[in-house]
């Protein structure tokens, strides 16, 4: 501490002064003639001024320093004035004096030096405790100083700021009026282990409650201070960290939740199916069950009105599956139009009563956009949560398994999963195709036959229908029957319609003689294909490059695939027939809409299915039937093949009712196409 000048020049003064003193205590009988009563004035009229100067050192005040100096002038005066004041010797009065200001002396020395550390402590006391309320009073966090009663003495403005609370309003407030109650238990307990000695601070984090009861995230510091060895008071340090937790808790929700639904997603779901898979082992009594949904038609939405109306009705969906569903389930969006609904504690019997109001929900929604109105249904596949199940990915198994069953039911219908189910059973054939599928694929094991087209009115054109094999592990043929299904559910099958393209290619290519002999060739075409961009691409790209005409090739389409996708089809459609391939429209006849959706499809081939065509004989219903598409087919120039031609009886009626073409077991059985090459 730097002492002030005029506090050294008061220090210096007083040195002197003592001095003086003790000079003419020793030298006044020899030096000075004055009478003893002058020489006794001089004395205490100088000890008189050394004690008003220390006075006035050690206190500021000029009322204390004014009080004293009168006092000490009075009492010098008083002194002086006795007249029992005797002095002996000159030796006697000297060394007496001599004595008097040494005694006096070494006290006021003591006590200067005492009170100059006391006066230094004090100030940087003081300076400690103005930096203190300095970084009370500005700091950027909330700071409080808290009674061991957790009543607030004193709260900085940073910490009204963060509660809403205006300056002094937390005065006197109990931390536990601002604190969240699923916090008050944790808080307390920590304060009482505080106040107990079993620490000297803690820290965690908890939730306030602000002046408009909005939560306030804050992370607690709590330091005790202790007088005495008894709690005095603490000091919380709490910092803001609410856009913290909001911005975890935005991301814990966006990991365990679908983005567009707000539902729980796939992941989330599975690890709580996954979760009480594991309960049932110490809960074997207990019934669980769990069922797949899936939105019966939900891609004309999205095709007829774009998929931002799509996403607005899954959104809708999930709003009304949440209000059907009890407290305790869990409802999903697993992906696309599919959710699942996780029952805890729920009977199969129960489980169903809930399916059977989401199905109804779902039902009565009619979903309105930009003037079109759409009516849902919902196939539902149910299956109970059993202790024999081993996985989570066995138990979506069987509910997708169910859910299939009650699509290829009609839709719209529950269909509740039995391990010996034969129709399941079947479904889980499929399933184990997909595998076997993906091994073919990647080892090149398929193969193209090809059936004759054989012309009714000209023998020259040559026509072949190109249809696909699958050879398995054994080297065995596998008709297109047999895997197919799983091809189209498991949405393997474009990739399928890829290796053929691909492969014709590579043939005709291979094959020039082939090619200049053959009129066309004909290559099946599925539903999701045809919304291939990238097959579509390849295909253009193939015959720019590899130099086949276009009208080598014929693209046939199903009559169902292309009403699904008709949009799509359309375009398919034009942009191939631009560059010169044909295209044909099979089993036409099949669907429900044939005659209305034809004349919006620009085909040039219609394949009568042979469900028509091998009875038409013997069925008159059958020969209207064969006849009326014909008809319709030669109306817009359209030529017309016959499919299922097994004798020559069936050939001459079709000659007769004057369809183009014919193609079946009694014109020409498939052969491998490599034989025609």
């Known amino acids: 501490m730097t002492i002030p000048l005029h506090s050294k020049f008061r220090i210096s003064l007083i040195a002197v002064l003592i001095g003086i003193a ?310 999903a969006r697993l992906g696309g139009d599919e959710f699942g609904v996780l029952m805890e504690y729920c009977s199969i019997d129960d489980a169903h009563r809930v399916a059977t109001s989401l199905q109804k929900a779902i039902q009565d929604y009619n979903f309105s956009w930009e003037g079109h109105t759409f009516k849902m249904g919902v196939s539902i596949g149910l299956v109970p949560i059993i202790e024999t199940i081993p996985s989570f990915n066995e138990l979506l198994k069987e509910a997708d398994a169910a859910c299939y069953m009650a699509k290829d039911k009609g839709r719209n219908r529950i269909h509740v999963y039995h391990a010996n189910d034969s129709e399941i059973a079947k479904r889980h054939g499929e399933i184990q195709w997909v595998e076997r599928l993906y091994q073919a694929l990647d080892e090149d094991r398929f193969c193209l036959y090809a059936q004759t087209i054989v012309s009714l009115s000209n023998d020259k054109d040559m026509h072949y229908e190109l249809l696909l094999r699958m050879i398995d592990e054994k080297g065995e043929m596998i008709l297109p029957d047999a895997f197919l299904p799983a091809a189209e559910r498991y949405n393997l099958i474009s990739r399928i319609d890829l290796w053929v393209i691909e492969k014709t290619f590579r043939l005709l290519q291979d094959n020039p003689d082939f090619l200049e002999n053959v009129n066309f060739l004909s290559i099946n075409l599925s539903g999701p294909t045809l919304t291939n961009s990238n097959i579509l691409d390849f295909i253009i790209e193939e015959l720019d490059s590899s130099g086949i005409s276009a009208d080598k090739l014929c693209f046939e389409i199903t009559e169902t695939a292309a009403i699904s996708n008709l949009n799509n089809a359309m375009k398919f459609i034009s942009i191939l027939k631009d560059l010169g391939c044909r295209f044909a429209l099979d089993d036409f006849g099949s669907g429900l809409s044939s005659f209305a959706y034809l004349k919006n499809l620009s085909v040039d081939y219609l394949k009568i299915d042979g469900v028509f065509v091998k009875d038409i004989v013997d069925d008159l219903i059958d020969h209207a039937m064969v006849k009326s598409i014909n008809e319709i087919g030669q109306t817009m120039e359209m030529k017309t093949i016959a499919e299922f031609v097994e004798n020559d009886v069936i050939k001459g009626m079709l000659k007769e009712i004057g369809v183009d073409y014919v193609q079946g077991y009694g014109i020409g059985k498939p052969q491998p196409f490599k034989d025609l090459l």
């Open 22 to 331: 003790y000079y003419f205590s020793g030298h006044h009988a020899s030096t000075l003639v004055m009478s003893s009563e002058y020489l006794t004035s001089f004395y205490l009229l100088l000890i008189t001024l050394t004690l008003f100067l220390w006075t006035t050192f050690h206190f500021n005040s000029k009322k204390i320093n004014t009080t004293l100096f009168i006092t000490l002038l009075t009492c010098s005066s008083t002194a002086n004035s006795q007249e029992h004041l005797i002095f002996g010797s000159a030796e006697e009065v000297t060394l007496s004096l001599q004595f008097f200001v040494i005694a006096l002396s070494v006290p006021i020395i003591l006590l200067s030096v005492f009170i100059f550390k006391y006066r230094t402590t004090k100030i940087k006391l003081d300076e400690c405790s103005e930096r203190f309320k300095g970084s009370f009073l500005d700091a950027p966090i909330g700071m409080a100083l808290v009674a061991p009663d957790l009543n607030i003495i004193e709260a900085n403005p940073s910490l009204h700021k963060m509660l809403g609370y205006s300056v002094n309003e937390l005065t006197g407030v109990n931390f536990k009026n601002i604190t969240h109650e699923d916090d008050l238990q944790k808080c307390q307990s920590y304060q009482n282990k505080l106040l107990s000695g079993e620490m000297d601070s803690y820290q965690f984090e908890k939730r306030y409650l602000d002046k408009q009861g909005r939560i306030i995230w804050g992370l607690l510091n709590v330091s005790l201070v202790r007088h005495n060895a008894s709690p005095f008071y603490s000091i919380a340090q709490i910092q803001n960290i609410t856009e913290r937790k909001q911005a975890n808790e935005l991301l814990t929700f966006q990991a365990s939740h679908d983005s567009l639904t707000g539902l729980v997603n796939r992941r989330e779901f599975e690890r709580r199916t996954k979760r009480l898979l594991s309960s049932i082992q110490q809960e074997p009594d207990k019934q669980h069950a769990l069922c797949f949904m899936d939105l019966d038609q939900f891609k004309i939405v999205n095709d007829a009105c774009g998929h931002t109306a799509g996403d607005e009705m899954l959104r809708q969906i999930s709003s009304i599956l949440l209000r059907v569903i009890r407290y305790r389930d869990t409802v």
